[in-house]
């Protein structure tokens, strides 16, 4: 039962959308693990992405090793967040292709699915 929804889901919404925030120093590496992935293929283009400079902000607990920060202490860093789009069907795999490029312990990486791509 629960493929049946996860299938509909994908027949439903096709592609979504990847939010990633990163810091700008990790962002070659994370196009070229994208690229690798297939993510960003939009029609006739491939490698297509967008990125705007935020800041992020966080607080490391007990236990943690923070890429950026101290345990204890609320930290602010400027950082990117990428967008890409990819096949739902392949989510999960561009998932992991980004995590095995990014430096956060726990990275914020959003997946939101898209109703329609290239209106």
């Keep these: 039962m629960?493929?049946?929804q996860e299938a509909s889901h994908m027949a439903e919404f096709p592609y979504c959308k990847l939010e990633i925030f990163i810091p700008e120093t990790h962002?070659?590496?994370?196009r070229q693990a994208l690229m690798e992935v297939d993510a960003g293929?939009?029609?006739?283009?491939d490698c297509?992405?967008?990125?705007?400079?935020?800041?992020?902000?966080?607080?490391?607990?007990?236990g943690t090793s923070p890429y950026l920060g101290?345990?204890?202490q609320i930290s602010?860093?400027?950082e990117l967040?990428?967008?890409?789009?990819?096949?739902?069907?392949r989510?999960?795999?561009?998932?992991?292709?980004v995590k095995r490029v990014h430096p956060y312990e726990e990275p914020v990486i959003n997946a939101i699915p898209l109703y329609r791509v290239g209106l």
């Design 2 to 4: 629960i493929f049946q």
């Design 27 to 30: 962002l070659a590496a994370l």
């Design 41 to 45: 293929h939009i029609g006739n283009y």
């Design 48 to 62: 297509c992405l967008s990125y705007s400079p935020v800041t992020g902000c966080w607080r490391p607990l007990p």
């Design 70 to 72: 101290c345990e204890g």
């Design 76 to 78: 602010s860093e400027p």
């Design 81 to 89: 967040k990428v967008e890409v789009t990819c096949r739902t069907e």
């Design 91 to 97: 989510v999960d795999e561009t998932i992991a292709a």
